[in-house]
DNA sequence: CGGCCGTTGTTGAACCTTCAACCAGGATGC
DNA sequence: GCATCCTGGTTGAAGGTTCAACAACGGCCG
């Protein structure tokens, strides 16, 4: 077992600091000026960027990284509020379909404007271009050993097969 | 309204993907292999450092950057569980202080090993040490620009008293 | 066709977080 | 001393997330 040191434990938890200040500060932001958490805001963007503003339950989850349950409970909500209607699938009975409506268009188009001035004023007006480029980097990589480790745990699930 | 280019986009979402991945996969080892979230894994480590094991509820949420309310469910449920306690503050009759139990402190150590192997393996491990380098200067510069920004909103409250 | 398995999506319970309201105790000013 | 305000901490309700269980459908192979 391989500890942390001193630095190690230094950029950790600055990391960390930074990340859940960050998060919550944007999820505040738009709960506060929007009326909903960041994640929901996340998949009106999805819905409002896909062909006729409409995408199947499935796709929807794996664009927005989130379980089919979280988005079955957030779309409901969603459609309550009249941002989002559920269609039937065509091609597919099971499927359900769900379609950002014009209100929620437009309550997105509103909601819009405050996040993305605090993404930058947050992030990209503190950090130069060369920082920035790194973080690019810094994020692909993590994310990259992220989904290789989910391939790992499955070929080791099915090693003995 | 200044919007993001393509490329901020890019970068935008590839750190919000990182970091949903990255925080995601780090709760649900803590929580499947240690039955907790990563706060109260978090709210754990703070008391194991603190001098005696214990802190005050408000210096332990500064320390946490979470927030009072947070906190007391929080300490609430850990104290279910044994892994805590409150104590009454000498000092302050409002007062109140956590503190970590033997049981809790156990549970922690236990818990530590898995926690920090994932961190390793996801983080430290994926980047090269000028990346980490320039990791911990953004996330400086983050948390900065967010202190910073508090400090701000007060003065502004206050401008015309 | 019929059985079996994998996928899609939903549901309810348990848990966590947030927010607003609140009580109790210190601190300040008169 | 007392009124006022601020701080420390808790509480309950409302909303969000997770997990396990489930129903319904598609695909595959005999």
């Not at 391989?2 to 500060?25: C, G, S």
Request: with cysteine.
């Amino acid at each position: 077992m391989r500890w942390l040191n001193a630095e190690e434990q230094q950029v950790w938890r600055a990391f960390m600091t930074a990340v859940t200040k960050f998060t919550d500060h944007l999820d505040r932001q738009l709960q506060r000026d929007s009326g909903m958490p960041m994640a929901y805001y996340e998949i009106l963007v999805a819905l409002s960027e896909a062909p006729g503003r409409a995408l199947r339950m499935s796709e929807l989850a794996s664009v927005c990284h989130s379980s089919r349950s979280r988005l079955s409970h957030a779309v409901a909500r969603l459609e309550k509020e009249g941002w989002v209607e559920r269609r039937a699938c065509p091609s597919d009975r099971r499927g359900s379909i769900a379609a950002l409506t014009e209100i929620g268009f437009g309550v997105l188009e509103a909601a819009a404007a405050g996040h993305v001035t605090a993404v930058r004023e947050h992030l990209f007006d503190v950090l130069t271009p060369a920082q920035l480029r790194s973080l690019a980097e810094i994020s692909r990589a993590v994310d990259a050993g992220l989904t290789t480790e989910c391939a790992n745990v499955r070929r080791e699930e099915f090693a003995d097969l």
